[in-house]
């Protein structure tokens, strides 16, 4: 496995997040997080970003994996499955998850939304780079 790679692409993955939650989507995300009753706090913020790239890292070296036993070798194959992976395994996932907890819809499409697009990059990014 290429770990230039899956650095890189759990990077790319990390930043869409920021981007998501800190400039899209931040506000409207906290106001619903916060509807629901989670107090949002500002303290321990680098440890939870690591914990999340790690998170990320983790999900990148399985594409990777996935990729390489799939026999993938162009981007439009590896776009297609990481729309699959992010629907199949990180929508359901969330869905369940939602649905027992009586999150907003509004939250639900924001986190949905995040992981379905890093799946996708993943996809993209790890099947064109071997």
């Known amino acids: 496995m290429n770990w230039i790679a899956i650095i890189?692409?759990?990077?790319?993955?990390?930043?869409?997040?920021?981007?998501?939650?800190?400039?899209l989507f931040g506000k409207i995300w906290a106001a619903g997080i916060e509807q629901h009753g989670v107090k949002l706090?500002?303290?321990?913020?680098?440890?939870?970003?690591?914990?999340?790239f790690i998170c990320n890292?983790?999900?990148?070296?399985?594409?990777?994996r996935l990729i390489a036993r799939t026999g993938i070798v162009d981007a439009g194959h590896g776009l297609k499955l990481g729309a699959g992976v992010g629907l199949?395994?990180?929508?359901?996932?969330?869905?369940?998850?939602y649905l027992w907890e009586s999150k907003p819809f509004k939250v639900w499409l924001i986190d949905a939304?995040?992981?379905?697009?890093?799946?996708?990059?993943?996809?993209?990014?790890?099947?064109?780079?071997r």
């Open 8 to 23: 890189c692409a759990a990077a790319v993955y990390w930043v869409i997040g920021a981007i998501w939650y800190m400039a």
């Open 41 to 52: 706090e500002r303290s321990g913020m680098g440890a939870k970003m690591i914990g999340n």
């Open 57 to 64: 890292l983790v999900a990148a070296a399985i594409m990777a």
């Open 88 to 97: 199949g395994f990180s929508g359901t996932a969330l869905t369940i998850q």
């Open 113 to 129: 939304s995040h992981h379905f697009f890093g799946c996708i990059a993943l996809g993209g990014i790890l099947a064109v780079w």
